[in-house]
């Protein structure tokens, strides 16, 4: 029997968390992306239901509907 192939059998393998500890950098610059397209999106879904809510409102309705493109007039 070959010894290196015992060793490497029997050797623990490499975390997959490990990756997290080893590039720290890397890791904090994906949770900032996570956090900052998770931050769009509620911003976005809270846009969309306060719109949904004044369109259906029941009370006196003054409803109107807003582009929210940014062009001009």
């Known amino acids: 029997?070959?010894?290196?192939?015992?060793?490497?059998?029997?050797?623990?393998?490499?975390?997959?968390?490990?990756?997290?500890?080893?590039?720290?950098?890397?890791?904090?610059?994906g949770l900032a992306i996570l956090g900052t397209g998770l931050g769009f999106r509620h911003i976005s879904s809270s846009y969309r239901d306060n719109e949904l809510a004044q369109k259906n409102s029941a009370a006196q309705n003054f409803y109107v509907s807003v582009d929210r493109s940014g062009g001009g007039v």
């Open 1 to 29: 029997m070959n010894p290196s192939q015992a060793n490497s059998a029997s050797s623990p393998s490499p975390s997959t968390l490990r990756i997290f500890t080893r590039h720290p950098r890397l890791t904090l610059a």
